[in-house]
């Protein structure tokens, strides 16, 4: 079965950083394309970042020059390096893994942004 954990959430003043890691199991990740999303309060689910599994990146307009993802595959990780936050950056943070026409998701891992 596969599973995803989030980890790395917390309390941050504006301009700080974080470090968002996703743990998989069940699954060897390196072949898959893993993703970030995030989830506002009142708020749809939105797409933060895209990782592939040769180690290209992109990312959603409102975190490029800011976030960082990166993958480990010899300990199935994915991470988010989270720099210069600012308050709307503050959600619920998602790592997802599409494996065999599914979708797989972690329970996510809270950002609060805030001074």
């Known amino acids: 079965q596969v599973q995803l954990v989030e980890s790395g959430g917390g309390l941050v003043q504006p301009g700080g950083s974080l470090r968002l890691s996703c743990a998989a199991s069940?699954?060897?990740?390196?072949?898959?394309?893993m993703a970030w999303y995030r989830q506002a309060s009142g708020k749809q689910r939105e797409w933060v970042a895209t990782?592939?599994?040769?180690?290209?990146?992109s990312y959603a307009d409102s975190v490029k020059g800011r976030f960082a993802i990166s993958r480990d595959n010899t300990k199935d990780m994915v991470y988010l390096q989270m720099n210069s936050l600012k308050p709307e950056d503050t959600a619920i943070y998602y790592c997802?893994?599409?494996?065999?026409?599914?979708?797989?998701w972690g329970k996510g891992t809270t950002v609060t942004v805030s001074s």
């Open positions: 069940g699954i060897i990740v390196s072949s898959y394309v």
């Open positions: 997802k893994i599409p494996w065999r026409g599914m979708d797989y």
């Open positions: 990782i592939t599994s040769g180690s290209f990146s």
